[in-house]
């Protein structure tokens, strides 16, 4: 299957080889011949399977299609919702990407930030804007621009939306759009309040889900290490010491939880940066852009922070802390491995937490392979069965300095050290 065969115009195309795909991914190949066709979709697709390639382009191509493009001031024609302010922001970046040779101006809007600038570009003309839901309905109350134009209506990570206490004002979003409009809604889970939540805004929609080979899980080597929980940030460091590692986002209960493990990683030499609720929006923006352009390593981030983020080339996930649920398990491991790439997820899990393994095993459907070649393994509970995925890579854990490194002192490694851990490296 190629674009072309899924009918995208030359723009798109050209747009499309620009940005380095050269075949569809499922979700991709499933939905664009039906949102080509105008038809409603409920589409069930984790992150990183190419989901918002699979509703923009053929937006797009509609958008050129059924009129001319004209960017007008305050009467957007296509509106995408979303629950965080990055996630906005990387969908907006993908529109863009996308409609680079079409004339098609897209917008971000969302809070945190001053209304100034997000006010000025709407009244330069807009076709598309992507919204956080409280932002948006500022705006429309102040009447910056009306939903009396939309066409396309996208709402992303429908479930994100509902944990965040957002479908209220998602209600009142829908309830002010005045055109028939051609409706997308997109979950990672269909639990029963999204099913009628889609009821209520879908018409006779092409119900899309990802087949399960296709989901990141699949591709990415899983482990989970049983440790004391005085033992994590000691482990953690000597992990992300092994420079072999390329980066790592690391994931934290707490606000406060990030920052002092931001602050014992930056002391043991580590280049590590932290990502919360409690940074302004343009300080967690600063962090994103400096780790995707892999000037810091390592970022530490809580779950609310780290929603939606896209990072095209993540090589590791590390729970520091378990996930309190088996979604936001699968949320957090599917950073990596994205759109065919291969990837990692490290578990540290304290006595504390087993319950939480277990629950994500059942969740899963699958045993997370138990790694106690390191330092400071506490025995496995009696639940956790050794157990080897069917497609795990075979490298052998034990080849990494780290792991053999007994329990240490908490001093700083020794530069002589790491060195040494860089040349006997083999795996991370
Ligand atoms: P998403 O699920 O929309 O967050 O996309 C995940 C990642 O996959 C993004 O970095 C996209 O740029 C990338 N991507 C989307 N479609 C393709 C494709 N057909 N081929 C390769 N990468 C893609």
């Known amino acids: 299957m190629t674009f072309a065969q899924l009918n995208m115009n030359q723009t798109l195309l050209h747009a499309i080889t620009k940005s380095g795909y050269t075949v569809p991914t499922a979700i991709q190949a499933g ?15 984790q992150t990183g399977t190419g989901k918002t390639a699979a509703f923009a382009l053929p937006i797009i191509q509609r958008m050129q299609e ?26 907006k970046e993908s529109f863009q990407t996308y409609a680079k040779y079409s004339g098609i101006k897209t917008v971000a809007i969302f809070g945190g930030v001053p209304k100034r600038q997000q006010i000025q570009s709407i009244k330069r003309g807009v076709d598309v804007v992507v919204a956080t839901p409280g932002r948006l309905l500022d705006l429309l109350a102040m009447k910056i621009l009306t939903l009396d134009a939309i066409e396309y209506y996208v ?22 759009i005045s ?72 994931f934290v209960r707490t606000k406060q939880g990030a920052n002092r493990l931001t602050k014992a990683m930056q002391h043991a030499g580590i280049d590590a940066d932290a990502i919360h609720g409690n940074k302004t929006q343009s300080q967690r923006q600063h962090a994103l852009d400096r780790f995707k352009q892999g000037k810091t390593r390592v970022l530490i981030a809580t779950d609310v922070a780290s929603r939606g983020i896209d990072i095209n080339d993540l090589s590791h996930v590390i729970n520091y802390d378990m996930p309190e649920t088996a979604d936001t398990y699968v949320h957090r491991i599917g950073r990596t491995a994205r759109a065919g790439r291969e990837g990692r997820s490290v578990s540290f899990c304290s006595a504390e937490e087993t319950h939480l393994v277990k629950a994500i095993q059942r969740h899963i459907g699958m045993m997370i392979p138990v790694d106690a070649s390191h330092g400071y393994a506490q025995p496995k509970p009696t639940h956790a069965v050794r157990h080897q995925m069917p497609h795990a890579r075979t490298k052998e854990a034990s080849s990494h300095d780290w792991k053999r490194r007994r329990k240490p002192s908490h001093k700083r490694a020794s530069r002589k050290n790491t060195m040494r851990t860089q040349h006997a490296r083999g795996g991370w």
């Open 179 to 250: 055109l028939p409009h051609q409706t997308m809604l997109f979950s990672a889970t269909l639990p029963a309040s999204i099913i009628k939540l889609s009821k209520a805004m879908l018409d006779n929609p092409v119900r899309i889900e990802v087949a399960k080979d296709n989901t990141p899980l699949e591709t990415i080597q899983q482990s989970v290490f049983y440790i004391n929980k005085n033992d994590k940030t000691s482990l953690l460091r000597d992990i992300l010491l092994d420079a072999s590692m390329k980066n790592a986002l690391v």
């Open 155 to 176: 709402l992303d990570e429908a479930d994100r939306m509902l944990d965040m206490g957002f479908i209220p004002d998602v209600e009142k979003i829908t309830a002010k």
């Open 31 to 45: 939905a664009i011949p039906h949102i080509l066709n105008g038809k409603d979709m409920l589409g069930s697709a």
């Open 66 to 91: 059924n009129s001319m493009v004209i960017s007008r001031r305050k009467h957007p024609r296509a509106l995408v919702l979303a629950p965080t302010r990055e996630l906005a922001l990387q969908i």
